[in-house]
């Protein structure tokens, strides 16, 4: 990470960085993400609500992804925002 970026812990830094290399917009399942990081859909799902646009503990998210549901398939992308923090503070 830069050192003017946010204090991020490695598995947000590390979803962000395989959700910038997923070809397109659409980001990829969950299920693949989670293959590629090596952990289970609830860790993820915990990760990627922080950094979501939800409201935990009174305080919003930063809304760098969306987690979006269609059937029973859980797809997870970078938001605009998201892609503009990737872009300015976390190295390839």
Known sequence: MNDDA????????AILR???AAPGE??????????HLGLGASVLMRSLSAMS???IGG?????WVRVTQVEERWNAALTEEGRAFVAR???P
């Not at 946010?6 to 830094?13: G, K």
């Not at 659409?26 to 293959?35: D, Q």
């Not at 305080?59 to 809304?63: H, Q, S």
Request: aromatic share 0%; glycine share 12%; no cysteine.
């Open 18 to 20: 395989e959700l910038a």
């Open 59 to 63: 305080v919003d998210g930063p809304g």
């Open 26 to 35: 659409a980001g990829m399942s969950l299920p693949r993400l989670g293959k």
């Open 53 to 55: 646009n939800a409201r």
């Open 6 to 13: 946010p204090e991020l812990d490695e598995l947000s830094a």
């Open 89 to 91: 503070h976390l190295r």
